[in-house]
């Protein structure tokens, strides 16, 4: 038979147990917390600044990054000329995480006025290079021409992983 100060000691021992398992759940509760609240503010973040440098590149008002405010001015006896554009994408070739990079098999069309610039030619890439380009078609109606050309081209992008989900939170 169990006396009275054995049955008190078990009492104890079952409120400190109880007690340091309320302790440890509220302490992982917390740790769980914290580090989700970081992992949502850095998405948050980065989908913030995402949207703003998408936001720089189209506005036409705003300086691209590395060039000087007269780098972006026209010269006083230039005269511009209004280019359209298409882009067709065919097919993504190659996409790599880990290279941050990923190749892409397009066409692209101009038609303009004027028969002294060549935007075919002259065409560059942001953050990205050309690996293959062939003129396709080329036409004059009246004066407007018009040029396709089916281009291959390696794009470098930094991909966040952390904005993806992985296999296994899916």
């Not at 973040?45 to 720089?56: K, Q, V």
């Not at 067709?88 to 069309?109: A, H, N, P, Q």
Request: hydrophobic share 40%; glycine share 6%; proline share 2%.
């Amino acid at each position: 038979m169990t006396t009275e100060s054995e049955i008190q000691t078990d009492r104890a021992h079952r409120r400190t147990s109880h007690a340091l398992i309320a302790i440890w759940s509220i302490g992982v509760g917390g740790l769980v917390l914290f580090t989700a609240l970081q992992i949502g503010s850095a998405m948050y973040s980065n989908r913030t600044n995402a949207d703003r440098r998408h936001e720089e590149r189209m506005n036409p008002e705003v300086l691209e990054s590395g060039l000087e405010p007269g780098d972006a001015e026209l010269a006083v006896n230039a005269d511009p000329i209004e280019v359209q554009m298409g882009v067709y994408i065919d097919r993504i070739v190659e996409l790599s995480v880990k290279e941050t990079g990923w190749t892409v098999d397009f066409y692209v069309w101009f038609r303009w006025k004027g028969d002294n610039i060549k935007p075919g030619e002259d065409m560059q890439l942001i953050d990205g290079w050309i690996e293959e380009k062939q003129k396709e078609a080329e036409f004059v109606i009246d004066d407007e021409r018009y040029e396709r050309y089916r281009v291959v081209a390696r794009i470098t992008k930094f991909f966040d992983v952390t904005r993806f989900l992985s296999k296994s939170t899916c």
